[in-house]
């Protein structure tokens, strides 16, 4: 019977095959692409390699458990357990020798999340949490901030790639919240790092417009788990499809919700 402890340690040595191949591809050079033909969207070859060394190891452990991942797609195996897998969050950011990306794995039993991990390889930071278990910052555990303010506390967000109505609501929403006097607002370019940000209380808010599974389930896992809740912008659970993610606080989380309410009304008529 599989455990959360081994798919915990499976998921590490995963992403420590993953960080060699990143680490290489920052010393050498690696080619970089266009995803699909989308302009501000880049692949490059250690994002592919990545997963595949990433879903090597997996299946070596755990020949039978199905692999999402933002490369290689679903790999279709009907299984109770799902690996949801970005080899490199924030490529932009890889591919510019910018010091803030990471792998992003997390797992589904059933379909539900019990199990994230997420590794910056330049920091040597690995936040993960194991349901029921708290999440944890290498081996010391996190939790989300308590800041019942907004002017104590610093927000995140990022920016979907169109630069149609989704940027309008973003830039929007920037100006509502520096109206309601916080500290201020940054944009990293990593979500899933940015969510372990939440979850150690670096930040008291995450907000985003069209995130993948892959994006956010790591990370959104690791938040919850740490304390802060993590929905989509009508507060229903998030689920393995691309979304708007509103995370917070929990003092903070209603409020942030009610501002953002014209993302709810785009993300129902939103068919992407």
Known sequence: MTSLQQIASVAKKAALAAREIQLKGLRDGTQISLKGGKTHDLVTVADVESEKAIART??????DHNLLGEEGGDQGRSSEWLWVVDPIDGTTNYSRHIPYFSTSIAVYHQGRPV??????????????????????LNDTPVQCSASTEFTQSLFITGFYYDRGKNIEL???ALRTFYGKGIMGIRRFGSAALDLCYLAAGRAEAFFEIGLNAWDFAAGAFIATQAGARVTDAAGRPLRLKKSYVVGAVPALHPQVLADLEPWKRAEELSSW
Do not use: H, Q, R, S
Request: cysteine-free; overall charge negative; hydrophobic content about 50%.
């Open 115 to 136: 199990f994230g991990l997420v590794a910056n390889p330049l920091a040597d930071e690995t936040f993960f949490a194991i349901e029921g278990e708290g999440a944890y």
């Open 170 to 172: 973003t830039l929007d």
């Open 58 to 63: 997996v299946a070596e452990a755990f020949p």
